[in-house]
């Protein structure tokens, strides 16, 4: 299971969308049972519930066979959510402070190799 995945479910438990109820001790669960409480408001959301609730039926996760819709769902959550991380974070991903730190970093090195090579120009 992808961290993007337990992401939106746990995001899903969290507003009261899905109610999650393992199966097994608390402590050594072997699985989770997800039941449909609401249909979530957000579209991003409504995909992956989509995905999971094909019918008004509990779901078992590790019984879990997607049918070709099924998996038409996923692909288009997957796709919303990548358009929406790019919004987030415009460019290739990464944020203005990290890309400054990673040049710093660069710069720092390649000086400390020229410094090495031709020595330190000293009294």
Known sequence: MSNAFRAELLHLART???DVVPTGTVTES???LLTLK???ADPIDEHFANFLFTEDKPVDLDRLK???DQRAELRQW???LQKDVRKAFPGNGSRPETRIFGWTVFLSNVALIVLSIFGYPGP
């Open 38 to 40: 609401a249909v979530p």
């Open 16 to 18: 009261k969308a899905i």
């Open 30 to 32: 072997k699985d989770y």
């Open 78 to 80: 997957r796709d919303d």
């Open 66 to 68: 997607p049918t070709q």
